[in-house]
């Protein structure tokens, strides 16, 4: 195997793997070594999912029909606070939104937008300062999931990272539905 194809597991292992973070590896991993890639991580339950269009990748856990053959789950589902699935819901319709208006450019957000968004759907009349803070935290973990990266020219906004289409589909808005219900009727905001 040679350092593209190491680099490309390498930045799997990492967490989402974008084109522009390694154009060699990832070519690599989509032309020349996708094979001998995918093979080594299924005998560790894990699968390579591509999206070559929006030039990303990322590992899952292998679903098994049986039980009997399964492995552990290798990566952990982790359940996300009510901000932050709200936020990731933000995002996935404010990407679909852009790339239906502008077809090749990359998704910018301002932070000045996400945090007016959030707000809509916060209960902002007890402590402002406390929610700043807590917006400021979500906006942070939704950036360590690698779905939104801070620009470097601009301090104050973001670049929307299509990886989140993956993440945030059909079933997971279903999920959120029912949850965002269930914080409804309990009226959990926080």
């Known amino acids: ?42 005998t560790i339950g894990l699968t390579v999912c591509i999206e070559e269009d929006d030039g990303y990748a990322y590992l899952k856990n292998i679903e098994y029909e049986d039980d009997q053959n399964a492995l552990p789950k290798l990566i952990a589902s982790r359940a996300l606070s009510y901000k932050v699935s709200l936020l990731c819901v933000l995002l996935r319709q404010k990407i679909a939104l852009f790339e239906s208006e502008f077809e090749n450019d990359r998704a910018i957000i301002s932070k000045e937008d996400i945090i007016s ?17 807590e917006i400021e935290t979500t906006i942070n973990k939704v ?48």
């Open 1 to 42: 195997m040679n350092t593209e194809a190491k680099t490309a597991i390498i930045l799997l292992l990492k967490g989402i793997f974008y084109k522009e973070d390694n154009e060699k590896a990832f070519y690599e991993l989509i032309e020349n070594s996708l094979g001998s890639i995918t093979e080594y991580f299924e």
């Open 117 to 133: 968004n959030l707000l809509l759907f916060l209960d902002v009349k007890f402590n402002e300062v406390k929610i700043q803070k």
């Open 143 to 190: 950036e360590e999931l690698g779905f939104i990266k801070k620009l470097k020219t601009d301090e104050i906004s973001y670049e929307i990272k299509p990886s989140i289409k993956a993440f945030v589909n059909a079933n997971w808005l279903s999920d959120f539905d029912t949850k965002l219900q269930e914080y409804k009727e309990a009226k959990i905001w926080s």
